[in-house]
């Protein structure tokens, strides 16, 4: 039986090992594809669950810097951030930012 890691506070579902790391696999890829490469900052605004953990997870694994934001996040604190990328369920947030790439968690799952 495969170890459950998280349990989404938002949908009660759980998350298991296996899914994790197919999910980071499939999310890597697809940033890969958004042109996110190693040593980029990914800005991350995503309330606590599954998709936070995919995403931090991804951007990990791809060596990028993840930079993770208290959810949900004000547009000055959005502001206030030099990256290029964000993975966010709120693309307005990145409206008047350095930001130049939005990633939803959708987006990352396929």
Do not use: F
């Amino acid at each position: 039986m495969d170890r459950v890691v998280a349990v989404d506070p938002g949908t009660g579902l759980p998350l298991t090992e296996a899914q994790l790391d197919a999910w980071t696999v499939a999310a890597v890829l697809r940033l890969r594809k958004r042109g996110v490469r190693e040593g980029d900052a990914v800005l991350i605004c995503l309330p606590t669950g599954t998709d936070l953990l995919v995403a931090v997870n991804a951007v990990i694994a791809l060596g990028a810097v993840a930079m993770p934001l208290a959810y949900p996040p004000s547009p000055e604190a959005v502001h206030g951030v030099a990256a290029r990328v964000m993975i966010s369920d709120r693309p307005e947030l990145a409206e008047e930012s350095r930001v130049r790439v939005v990633v939803s968690p959708h987006e990352l799952a396929g």
